[in-house]
Structures are given as structure tokens and as C-alpha cells.
């Protein structure tokens, strides 16, 4: 399946490497719509790119033909991915702002695809405290930012604004036959699992899937045949990405036993309780002893047993500790033979279950690193850069 990319074109000078753009993205297997803002049209025009995307270029917001069946919510859901390059001081101002003032910013607001950004403005438009501020604002809402390049400028200037070449745009998105994630399928676990106490009870933990759905549409984004198992959880799947709903560890491991064996990676970040109940009770508990004695059983280790599989996928695991964060985390690498695994504290007061934010220890061996704390969709971005990146040297070792 193509990834489907809806590219937003701002008015720039830098409109006109939009072509390109276009035709590489065609290159390396992506469907490519086009929406340009007004400005960008005095640029470049749509015929061009409509000729190069196969596709008519959409840039009115109220067009009383396409907006019949509300088209700009039907491309809102079409996107896997959203790229807006060029993206000029005025259009990161409107997009950090959340206006909805034309068919572009629109289709921001309105989709839940990955937003990736390749600035293109003037060397003291780009360091202006109000454009910083605005960067600020967008990264804090886990927008991809690309850029910009230093260089000279279209004004005979020198300094950072250049839009990155369509080459690195697509080389740091990882798409197309250079990504080591091209034609790979990988899969991630995510959310809590329930272990069912009776037919109205349960066991669980406060994992809502947040981090594991961020990583999937990340490494989706990247090229990647994404397969999502997926606990219970209210978040929808990323565009582009399969989820296989289960409830139960038992559920889990059989949806990962029945997929995991042409899978290139598998990553790890479900919540899957440790332990069931040994004899779940066919009707509800009634209320009517002071106590009652429950007797648990250990759940099976996916994570092990994936890693023990040979050959078997790249293996990230996750780690939630309480306390010794790294002794316990280079433990479960170590014991589970592992290829990565990325550790968070939990019960503080930043970070963890349920929180919009998260920060990362990521341990291999030989390396570590450390990703700090951030908004989960801006974390799971940087995991997936490194999850590539060790990857690749895993796939290249003799």
C-alpha cells in the first residue's frame, strides 16, 4: 500500500522546488495530492503540479464544487502524512495560531495525520523572536520540523532559511526505496491488557496507549507496514496503520504469535499485566464476605519470546520502573536479549501513564541515550529516528 502524502505548498520563493518534490515523492511510491495557499500560486502554477501528482490541485476552502461533499474533510482523512514545504514565517504563524483561514491551514486543524514542516523564509525572518516562538509552539504539539538550511537566499543574503533539497526532504522522512524501513512490516504493541476477575471486573493499569500509538504513525510516517496490537485504549490508529484490538495478555500473544514471523521489527510497549487470575469467576462476585482470597497466575513473556526467536525482528522493548531506572532497564536487555529497550519513570509528577508528555532512556548494547522530556507525538519522532538508526547498523553487521 502507497503512502499517501497530502502536500501543502506555501507562497515562497522555494514553491517553485515543490515540483520536484512531487516527482521524487512519485519516485519512491507515494500518492501525492497538492494544496497550495493563494500566495503560492504567483510561484508557481497548479497545472504544473497537477501534472506531475496526476491529481487537481486543490486551493480554495469554500469551493462550491469540491466542498459539496465536504472535500476538505474527505482529504483531511485521505492523508497518511501532511507536508507543507515551503512553510513560510506567515504560514507557521497561522498554523502555530490554529487559524483555519484558508484551505491549507484548514486541512491542518482537520487531520490526524503526521504534520511535517520544511521552513523557507529570510535568514531575519527565520531568528525573529516571534517565528521562534511560533517553532516553539508547533514542536510543542509534535510538528516535524525539517530545516531550514544554511545558505545563500534569493535576497543575495547569507544565513539559516533555505529549504532543505527535495533529496534530504525525503531522506529524513525515510521515505521510498533508501529507507531501511521501505517494504518492511513492523510490528508495535500497545495500551493495557484486562485480566478479567469476572464477567464485570478486572485487572488493568493506567497505560492509555498514547506512546505506543504516537510511535506507530512515526514509524508509518517512515514507510514502514505497520501492524498495531493494541489493548484496550479510546485513541484512534494512526492513518495508514492495521490494529488488532485484544483485551487480555492471552489475547496478545496470540495476535503477535500469529503475525510476528515476517515482521522486520517488533517494538514493544504494551502494558501487559503480569500476572491473571488463575480461575476467573463465570458470574459477578457478590459483595458479601468481609474478604476474599484471589490467586493469581503469571502471564506469558512476549517480549521474550519474540527475542528468543531465531531468526527473529529487530526487538525494542519498554520499561516502566519506579526506581533505579537504568540498573533495571539494562537488566531486562541484558536477561531478554533484547536489541533496544526504552525506559521511563513512572508515578512522578511528569511523565508516564496518561500524561501528554514523556521522557526516554534508551539503552542498546554498547550505547545509550537519552531523550528528554517532551510531548509524546515530538518523543515517539526522535525514537523512531533512532529505532532507524540502530536498525540500520543492526542490518548491516557481518
Known amino acids: ?6 502536500l501543502g505548498v506555501g507562497g515562497g520563493i522555494a514553491a517553485y ?18 494544496v497550495m495557499t493563494a500566495a ?4 508557481i502554477t497548479p497545472l504544473t503540479l497537477q501534472a506531475l501528482s496526476g491529481h487537481e490541485v486543490r486551493y480554495d476552502l469554500l ?9 476538505h474533510i474527505t482529504l483531511a482523512r485521505w492523508a497518511d502524512l501532511v507536508l507543507v514545504a515551503p512553510a513560510t514565517a506567515d504560514l507557521m504563524a497561522r498554523l502555530a495560531a490554529g487559524l483555519a483561514d484558508d484551505l491549507l491551514t484548514t486541512l491542518a486543524l482537520a487531520t490526524t495525520a503526521p504534520l511535517v514542516l520544511a521552513p523557507a523564509m529570510n535568514h531575519h525572518m527565520w531568528r525573529h523572536p516571534a517565528t521562534q516562538r511560533n517553532l516553539a509552539r508547533l514542536r510543542e504539539r509534535g510538528v516535524r520540523i525539517l530545516g531550514p538550511a544554511q545558505g545563500e537566499q534569493a535576497c ?10 527535495p533529496g534530504e526532504i525525503l531522506d529524513a522522512l525515510a521515505l521510498g526505496t533508501g529507507s531501511p524501513l521501505a517494504g518492511r512490516r513492523v510490528l508495535v504493541t500497545a495500551g493495557p491488557t484486562r485480566e478479567a476477575l469476572d464477567p464485570v471486573r478486572y485487572i488493568s493499569n493506567h497505560s492509555s496507549g498514547r506512546m505506543g500509538y504516537a510511535l506507530a504513525g512515526s514509524l508509518a510516517a517512515r514507510g514502514a507496514e505497520l501492524i498495531l496490537v493494541s489493548g484496550p485504549s479510546a485513541l484512534d490508529p494512526p492513518p495508514g496503520v492495521e490494529r ?3 483485551e487480555s495478555a492471552l489475547e496478545m500473544e496470540a495476535a503477535v504469535k500469529a503475525r510476528v514471523g515476517n515482521c522486520a521489527l517488533f517494538i514493544a510497549t504494551a502494558a501487559v499485566a503480569d500476572y491473571r487470575p488463575q480461575a476467573p469467576a463465570a458470574e459477578k462476585i457478590k459483595k458479601n464476605q468481609t474478604e476474599i482470597t484471589l490467586r493469581l497466575v503469571r502471564n506469558p513473556d512476549i517480549l521474550g519470546q519474540v527475542a528468543a526467536l531465531e531468526p527473529g525482528p529487530f526487538t525494542v522493548g519498554f520499561a516502566a520502573e519506579t526506581e533505579e531506572l537504568e540498573a533495571h532497564a539494562l537488566a531486562k536487555l ?24 514523556n521522557a526516554l ?15 509524546k507525538p515530538r518523543l515517539a519522532d526522535a525514537l523512531a529516528d533512532l529505532i532507524v538508526e540502530r536498525y540500520l547498523a543492526y542490518t548491516r553487521c557481518p
Open 1 to 6: 500500500m502507497s503512502l499517501k502524502v497530502l
Open 17 to 34: 522546488k515543490a515540483a520536484e518534490l512531487v516527482r521524487r515523492l512519485g519516485e519512491r511510491g507515494a500518492e501525492v495530492r497538492v
Open 40 to 43: 503560492a500560486r504567483s510561484f
Open 63 to 71: 469551493d462550491p464544487g469540491a466542498e459539496a461533499g465536504m472535500d
Open 156 to 165: 543575495g543574503e547569507q544565513g539559516p532559511g533555505r529549504m532543505l533539497e
Open 244 to 246: 488488532i484490538p485484544v
Open 334 to 357: 541484558r536477561t531478554k536479549g533484547l536489541d533496544m529497550i526504552a525506559a521511563n519513570l513512572v508515578g512522578g509528577e511528569t511523565g508516564g501513564f496518561e500524561r501528554a508528555e
Open 361 to 375: 532512556l534508551v539503552l542498546w548494547p554498547g550505547g545509550r541515550k537519552a531523550l528528554p522530556l517532551s510531548p
